[in-house]
């Protein structure tokens, strides 16, 4: 009887236990819940000002835990996404520069898209490190906000031209549109970059 006494103790605490913890779980997901959402509404509500606002969400809503509610915070991940986007797709044209078949002109669009990425990615890059300086709250915001606008307009003006040069030539269909589809994407990114570091430079100005 003791033993039988016993037993049933111990399955009244386990499941006072068990009881205790599935609420704390509960409590603790349903509070990271709403802060979650409210981040990511930020970002939504953010993007409206862009001029690709799907893109913009879609390229940042991951980054919601890190971007939070703040302004700084998610003119830096888009710089950062854009920065990032750049590098591969000027990776990706070298690549297809080296591909067998191309035409002379098709070979010259190719040299001049690659030199303009290259500068894209300079120019996005000293953004960042701008951007950075700003983050440890460095004096002369208006000066430096002014050359990273400055630095990330150049880029996407960069950007441009490499599509303009494939729309002015004559030139293989397949090769126009891989480089037009990655290409255009890092410049709606820009864009969007671009963008949101105004509202970051009206907001904190």
């Not at 894209?120 to 004096?139: I, Y």
């Amino acid at each position: 009887m003791e033993y039988s006494s016993s037993s049933k103790h111990m399955a009244t605490f386990l499941l006072m236990v068990i009881c205790s913890t599935s609420h704390l779980i509960y409590s603790t997901s349903a509070s990271r819940n709403p802060v979650s959402k409210t981040n990511t509404e930020f970002i939504r509500t953010s993007c409206v000002s862009t001029t690709y606002p799907k893109l913009c969400f879609s390229s940042l809503s991951t980054h919601a835990s890190t971007i939070q509610s703040s302004p700084q915070l998610l003119a830096i991940t888009s710089l950062s996404v854009t920065l990032s986007s750049a590098k591969t797709t000027s990776a990706e044209m070298t690549r297809l520069s080296l591909s067998h078949g191309l035409k002379p002109r098709e070979v010259d669009a190719m040299k001049d898209c690659i030199e303009e990425l290259r500068d894209s990615v300079d120019e996005l890059r000293k953004s960042m490190g701008e951007m950075s300086q700003l983050v440890k709250g460095k004096s002369g915001f208006k000066l430096m906000i002014n050359d990273i606008q400055t630095w990330v307009s150049a880029a996407l003006t960069d950007e441009n031209t490499c599509t303009d040069g494939f729309e002015e030539k004559p030139m293989n269909g397949n090769l126009k549109t891989a480089v037009r589809g990655q290409v255009v994407n890092v410049a709606q990114l820009t864009s969007n970059a671009l963008a949101l570091i105004n509202r970051y430079g009206l907001i904190h100005g």
